[in-house]
Each structure stands twice: as structure tokens, then as C-alpha cells.
């Protein structure tokens, strides 16, 4: 048998709400003119940098914030699903400043998972330090990938 690689039960991590909630933003804006560089589009988009991994059963879900402090992050579960928002504000007054460049994104975000179905709600535990949030979903990475035999028809 070849070597697999583990199945990813997590693999729906693309938000596809947000994404058409970004459209339909943009399209009732339509016609209203924009600040240089505050179009977004889903390649410019701030979606926040995250690792997911199984630790001992758990599903572990790491997601970088850098410059946010914990009130300005949410985290839900609806339906099996969860979802990561918050907003990272600009500081900064840009009638007062020229930039030489700008790369930081800045804005609501928001990134959703669908959740096996064996989780429950009191199995989600979440911690934020140093701009680190931190999801730990207890027994969410059992789901195990299972093998279906493929037979020949009966008229072959």
C-alpha cells in the first residue's frame, strides 16, 4: 500500500461567506470613490497567517493577530462552524503623513472552519497572548480517515 498522507478533515478553512460578503460590499460601493490603496480584493484582503494541527487528539487552530489586543478579537461557533473576526484599526491620522510605503493592511477580517461532527461547543477552549491566538478544540482531531474497498462489477 502507497504511503498516505493523514486525511484533512479541515481543509474548508476558505471562508467563501466572507469573501461574498467582501462583493457585495464592494458592489453597493460602487460608483464611490476610494482612498488610494483601500480597495481590497480577495488577494489583498487581511487574512490573518494560522497553523492548524492535531496535538494528542486535539485540534489545535494558532492564528497571528499582531496589533490587536484580545477585545478586539471574536470567536463563535454556529452550526459547526467556527469562526475567527475581529478589527485592526489604524492608528495613524493620514491627513498628517505622507507614506513612503504602505503594506500593512488594516480592517475587519474573518476566517470560519467547519467543525467535525463529533465536537461540541463546551470543547473549545481559546487563549490570546502577545498577539497569538490560540484555539484548542478537545478531541476534534479523531476524525480518521476511512477506507472504502472499490469492487469490480458483477459483469465483468
Not at 480584493?41 to 494541527?53: F, G, L, M, N, R
Request: glycine content about 8%; some cysteine.
Amino acid at each position: 500500500m502507497a504511503n498516505r498522507t493523514p486525511h484533512n478533515p479541515f481543509r474548508g478553512f476558505l471562508d467563501v461567506m466572507s469573501e461574498m460578503n467582501r462583493m457585495q460590499h464592494q458592489w453597493l460601493q460602487k460608483g464611490e470613490p476610494q482612498a488610494a490603496g483601500q480597495g481590497r480584493s480577495h488577494a489583498t484582503a487581511w487574512v490573518p497567517a494560522a497553523d492548524i494541527y492535531a496535538k494528542s487528539g486535539d485540534l489545535v487552530i494558532r492564528c497571528e493577530l499582531p496589533g490587536l489586543s484580545r477585545e478586539n478579537v471574536d470567536v463563535t461557533v454556529a452550526s459547526g462552524v467556527l469562526t475567527i473576526s475581529g478589527f485592526r484599526d489604524n492608528d495613524l491620522d493620514a491627513r498628517h503623513i505622507s507614506y513612503y510605503t504602505r503594506e500593512r493592511t488594516y480592517g475587519a477580517f474573518r476566517r470560519s472552519m467547519i467543525l467535525p461532527e463529533n465536537v461540541s461547543d463546551k470543547d473549545i477552549s481559546a487563549t490570546f497572548s502577545n498577539g497569538l491566538l490560540e484555539i484548542v478544540v478537545k478531541g476534534g482531531a479523531a476524525s480518521k480517515l476511512h477506507s472504502i474497498d472499490i469492487e469490480a462489477p458483477e459483469d465483468q
